[in-house]
């Protein structure tokens, strides 16, 4: 079975919203995904997703009140088929875990699945109003799309 982990620094706003998002579509279509998500950063380990994340995707129809963040390993560069960070910033810090060539290639920047090559980067919502979660909502119901639309 496909495994995709969804990564960010702090894995309470962006990337359970990726996880979450995913993981509905794959469910909406009956495909069978395993998605998880964690962060570069470890000042969250066990805490809930951020409850203007978790708000937004309700407003969608979408509960990731149960998720718990936790920071990326080394193990997970072997356990998961594709890993997809917010920004630049997590894929230079998720490279340095990785131990071969064919794990780097695992690692790809989600708006890409949007516009390909364009390397944007997911914005840190953390410091902003709703309008902020909004905005990354929107972008990666955009992407995780892609995703389902090429599985
Ligand atoms: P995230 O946002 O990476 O999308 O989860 C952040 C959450 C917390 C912090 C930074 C970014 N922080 O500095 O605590």
Same mark, same amino acid.
Not at 112 to 119: G, P
Not at 141 to 150: F, G, H, T
């Given at each position: ?8 620094? !702090? ?8 996880? !979450?998002?995913?993981?509905? =579509?794959? =469910?909406?279509?009956? *495909? ?5 998500? /964690? ?6 380990? !066990? ?14 129809? *979408? ?42 290639? =695992? ?22 109003? *709703?309008? !902020? ?9 955009? /992407? ?6 090429? *599985?």
């Amino acid at each position: 079975m496909r495994k995709i982990l969804m990564v960010c620094l !702090g894995n309470i706003c962006r990337s359970p919203l990726a996880h !979450g998002i995913l993981s509905h =579509k794959a =469910k909406e279509k009956k *495909i069978n995904l395993i998605v998880d998500s /964690a962060g570069t950063g470890n000042w969250h380990t !066990g805490n809930k997703p951020d409850s203007r994340s978790i708000n937004i995707a309700k407003k969608f129809g *979408i509960d990731i009140s149960n998720q718990k963040a936790r920071q990326i390993t080394k193990d997970d560069l072997f356990e998961y088929d594709l890993i997809y960070v917010m920004d630049t910033q997590n894929k230079r810090d998720v490279y340095k875990l990785c131990t071969n060539e064919s794990q780097k290639l =695992k690692v790809k920047l989600i708006l890409n699945e949007v516009n390909v090559d364009s390397n944007n980067s997911v914005p840190d919502p953390y410091y902003d109003e *709703i309008d !902020g979660f909004e905005e990354v909502y929107k972008l990666l119901n955009e /992407a995780c799309q892609k995703i389902i639309d090429k *599985i």
